[in-house]
């Protein structure tokens, strides 16, 4: 099986005797309240997902992520996992500290060693990590309201959050070991935020076909406006599973992550998460992770050629369409059709569809999951 990313499956799992004594002393300790999606980072280091992440960043991986995507020990990460804070959050917080970080109902989530609190720039940061400083980029909104300062540190799960849904919370080494249950050799991860159309499946079957098992992992989390909801695409890819695919061959697990919409960054930190989980192969499709037109459309496929040493390779899918001439699903570089005679899988014409309360073509959606759709007056984050 595809080792972990930087050869480790990080655990930051308080054993319960350690948890038990830091709840005894719990005001005992300087607390910072962090946010629902800053939790699920929490909940991604403590578990590997974002192995070898121990923490929140220090000054010096900070930059170098921002710089070079690769953190301090060489290893490579495409851009920063931070902790923003304000001025008054660390009043009395200092280096070398051991603080509470607590959701929005003070439950304690984890323990931090602060290692640096330390001034950052919020234009570098949006440049150097979205390419732009365009409002529009919903990643770049996202920085520019960030906190003053950024604290780094190593982190120690006291209580797991939970999870949006529970039954397909699969942890790294629950995955890996269910993996090497089902004698999967050769597994490729399926990266989405959206319900599956004939495309997605299409491709889906294309990597199955020279793979052992399919992990299809969708993001659930903070994304933005329009986007689908979240019980959307788990009750659609749920759908498709039961009726369209083999039984023995898929696992659905969710990753709990916002969206930062970086493209071709996104790329490799999506890549990355599923190398941890113990996926060989990533499906990598056109404008992925993607927004507007802030990136090209096959960015995501160039910049894996900067990582020959990421370890889980990327299969590269350009965009499909169902052509009328081959009577089949293709793509242009084995179709040799005008675009007359293709009936693209375009998002926008199969969110219009939806939203006029009419079932997308069915030569583009399967019509179940086109029906579990329509049952929602509105099925878009708003």
Not at 57 to 74: P, S
Request: aromatic share 10%; glycine share 6%; net charge neutral.
């Amino acid at each position: 099986m595809i080792q972990p990313h930087g050869g480790t499956l990080i655990n930051k799992v308080l054993p319960n005797s350690e948890k038990d004594r830091i709840l005894e002393q719990i005001n005992e300790f300087k607390k910072i309240k962090v946010n629902d999606e800053t939790v699920k980072v929490i909940k991604n280091i403590a578990f590997g997902v974002f192995s070898p992440l121990e923490g929140f960043m220090n000054e010096n991986n900070y930059h170098l992520t921002l710089d070079t995507m690769y953190l301090e020990n060489n290893i490579a990460w495409p851009f920063p996992i931070t902790l923003d804070v304000s001025e008054s959050e660390i009043k009395n917080i200092k280096n070398d500290d051991q603080i509470i970080l607590s959701d929005q109902s003070e439950t304690p989530i984890a323990l931090m060693n602060v290692e640096d609190i330390f001034s950052y720039d919020k234009k570098e940061y949006a440049q150097k990590t979205y390419g732009t400083l365009d409002i529009k980029h919903p990643g770049v909104a996202s920085v520019f309201n960030y906190k003053e300062k950024l604290i780094g540190g190593e982190l120690f799960l006291i209580n797991e959050p939970k999870a949006e849904f529970p039954e397909l919370d699969l942890k790294p080494i629950e995955t890996r070991v269910l993996f090497k249950q089902k004698k999967w050799d050769k597994v490729v991860a399926f990266q989405t935020r959206n319900p599956p159309h004939l495309g997605h499946e299409f491709v889906q079957k294309m990597a199955l076909t020279v793979c052992d098992g399919l992990f299809i992992n969708p993001v659930i989390g903070k994304k933005k406006k329009g986007d689908f909801l979240d019980e959307i695409i788990i009750e659609t890819y749920k759908i498709l599973i039961k009726e369209y695919y083999p039984k023995d061959r898929v696992v659905m697990s969710t990753f709990e992550t916002e969206m930062r919409y970086a493209g071709p960054k996104e790329a490799i930190y999506h890549a990355i998460a599923r190398k941890n989980f113990g996926c060989d192969y990533i499906i990598i499709g056109r404008d992925h992770a993607g927004v507007g037109n802030f990136y090209g459309p096959y960015d995501a496929h160039l910049i894996f050629d900067r990582f020959p040493d990421l370890g889980i390779t990327p299969i590269k899918f350009r965009s499909f369409s169902k052509c009328k001439k081959c009577d089949a699903v293709v793509n242009d570089k084995i179709c040799p059709h005008p675009p007359e005679m293709q009936n693209f899988f375009a998002g926008t014409d199969i969110r219009n569809a939806l939203l006029a309360g009419k079932p997308p073509d069915s030569e583009v959606m399967r019509p179940e999951v086109a029906a579990y759709i329509l049952k929602y007056k509105n099925p878009f984050n708003s």
